[in-house]
């Protein structure tokens, strides 16, 4: 009797260490990247985006580089498919959105564009 509770034990342990290495992996797992990227409004000094996503969503993070000097405007974070940034200065600039999710972040996808001209 003693080696069938101890088998049982052995099976149990080795059955919930299985599950905690399916978790841990599904958790390294990279979000799938935001699609269809798109301006949807623009004026001298903002610039609107949407964007579509298929996954589980915890948040946006948004972005801008203005190519001229390479300034990087920081993150802002949103819950929406859609964001705007304002006080633009005129030039070009690049325009980023990522989303974070339970399995990490995805990768970045950008789309270029030039304020006030």
């Not at 304002?86 to 995805?106: A, K, P």
Request: with cysteine.
């Amino acid at each position: 009797m003693l080696k069938v509770l101890l088998f049982l034990s052995l099976f149990h342990f080795s059955g919930h260490d299985f599950d905690a290495v399916h978790s841990s992996k599904e958790q390294l797992d990279p979000c799938p990247a935001v699609s269809n990227l798109e301006k949807t409004g623009e004026t001298s000094n903002s610039y609107a985006m949407d964007w579509n996503y298929s996954g589980d969503p915890i948040l946006y993070k948004v972005w801008y580089v203005r190519q001229s000097d390479n300034y990087f405007s920081g993150y802002f974070y949103t819950t929406n498919t859609n964001y705007t940034f304002t006080g633009l200065s005129t030039g070009t600039h690049t325009f980023y959105c990522t989303v974070i999710c339970r399995g990490g972040e995805s990768g970045y996808i950008g789309i270029e564009d030039v304020i006030g001209a």
